[in-house]
């Protein structure tokens, strides 16, 4: 397969109740702390990585992640940094913890020598230096 240019990048953050007296990944790991993921995302594979099982609520979309942050359900959620930078301006009592994450780059994925890889390439580029990719991007973590 082939790769496309990358059109965004990211990387994964906690997303906490200010109450909750954690700093760090360690904090989360000592404290038994209950986190939600939603399956299938680089969260959810950072999770199962650092966290016991039993300290983690799998959730099948970010809605209701979020839904259990906000009623005390789970106590963090493990979040793209984008989302969780926009949520947390809009919910003064929730924090964003930093943690040693790599850094993620996003592009798309076609079949080894397709023969639209250089046209979507070209799109991709275009999309980018105009900001359309930006914009949908912000349009994106806005919904949050």
Do not use: C
């Not at 680089?42 to 992640?65: K, P």
């Amino acid at each position: 397969m082939n790769f496309t240019v990358s059109y965004a990048s990211g990387e994964q953050k906690i997303l906490v109740k200010n109450d909750v007296e954690v700093n760090n990944l360690s904090d989360l790991k000592s404290k038994g702390i209950l986190i939600g993921v939603e399956n299938g995302t680089t969260g959810f594979d950072l999770a199962a990585e650092t966290f016991n099982t039993a300290n983690i609520r799998e959730y099948d979309d970010a809605t209701h992640m979020m839904d259990a942050l906000e009623s005390g359900i789970v106590s963090a959620v493990v979040i793209d940094v984008a989302p969780a930078t926009v949520y947390a301006s809009k919910h003064t009592d929730l924090k964003v913890i930093d943690i040693d994450t790599d850094y993620e780059e996003y592009a798309l994925a076609l079949a080894k020598d397709s023969e639209y890889y250089e046209q979507i390439n070209s799109i991709l580029q275009d999309m980018i230096e105009r900001g359309t990719v930006d914009d949908i991007i912000q349009s994106y973590n806005s919904i949050n």
